[in-house]
T-cell receptor
Framework: GENVEQHPSTLSVQEGDSAVIKCTYS??????FPWYKQELGKRPQLIID?????GEKKDQRIAVTLNKTAKHFSLHITETQPEDSAVYFC?????????????FGPGTSLSVIP | EAEVAQSPRYKITEKSQAVAFWCDPI?????LYWYRQILGQGPELLVQ????????DSQLPKDRFSAERLKGVDSTLKIQPAELGDSAMYLC?????????????FGPGTRLTVT
């Protein structure tokens, strides 16, 4: 069946370093790829997203890249800060006029060490 | 800022009992999702509504789970009977097809513990 893989499952970086999380998806018809940050006990919050007609998107310290041919996309966080520590989820969605299917990855637990 | 509301926030129940969760999406959002999130895993879609119609319930354990959204606004997810393996966070989310970004807005979740 359709699935989304995410690596690594845990990531520990020193404050100020960069963090990269990678996801691969199986359904080539997926056309929207959001990333969520979830702090312990809280709801997932959208931090950045990218559509299938875009290769890269950046928002301050966060960027996402998409390779449709290889069916993978990545989250890049630069100049990490302790408050970036959380679980990050990628998702692949197939959105059409009357159809919307979303699959989440298993998550990456990011720890930023001060 | 409008938010998705869920209640209760926490629920402890014994196995074989019935439990129900309620979700009120952001006003005007036609699409409503119920997810189950087991600790350490990503959200898993249980059921998706478009207005009052179910558009995807392929992962819903229909022998014990049911969901409804009678008037196309708020929704109820029910488990009967609850099993130990149902312990998880149940998240509700909503989105509006009219929004260009199709962003899903999540509620705070209901944490269910089955003893």
């Amino acid at each position: 069946g359709e699935n989304v893989e995410q690596h690594p499952s845990t990531l520990s970086v020193q404050e100020g370093d960069s963090a990269v999380i990678k996801c691969t998806y199986s359904d080539s018809a997926s056309n929207y790829f959001p990333w969520y940050k979830q702090e312990l006990g809280k709801r997932p919050q959208l931090i950045i997203d990218i559509r299938s007609n875009v290769g890269e998107k950046k928002d301050q310290r966060i960027a996402v890249t998409l390779n449709k041919t290889a069916k993978h996309f990545s989250l890049h966080i630069t100049e990490t800060q302790p408050e970036d520590s959380a679980v990050y989820f990628c998702a692949a969605r197939k959105i059409k006029t009357s159809y919307d299917k979303v699959i989440f990855g298993p998550g990456t637990s990011l720890s930023v060490i001060p | 800022e409008a938010e998705v509301a869920q209640s209760p926030r926490y629920k402890i129940t014994e196995k074989s009992q019935a439990v129900a969760f309620w979700c009120d999406p952001i006003s005007g959002h036609a699409t409503l999702y119920w997810y189950r999130q087991i600790l350490g895993q990503g959200p898993e879609l249980l059921v998706q509504f478009q207005d009052e119609s179910v558009v995807d319930d392929s992962q819903l354990p229909k022998d014990r789970f049911s969901a409804e959204r009678l008037k196309g606004v708020d929704s109820t997810l029910k488990i009967q009977p609850a099993e130990l393996g149902d312990s998880a966070m149940y998240l509700c989310a909503s989105s509006s097809p009219g929004q260009a970004l199709y962003e899903q807005y999540f509620g705070p979740g209901t944490r269910l513990t089955v003893t």
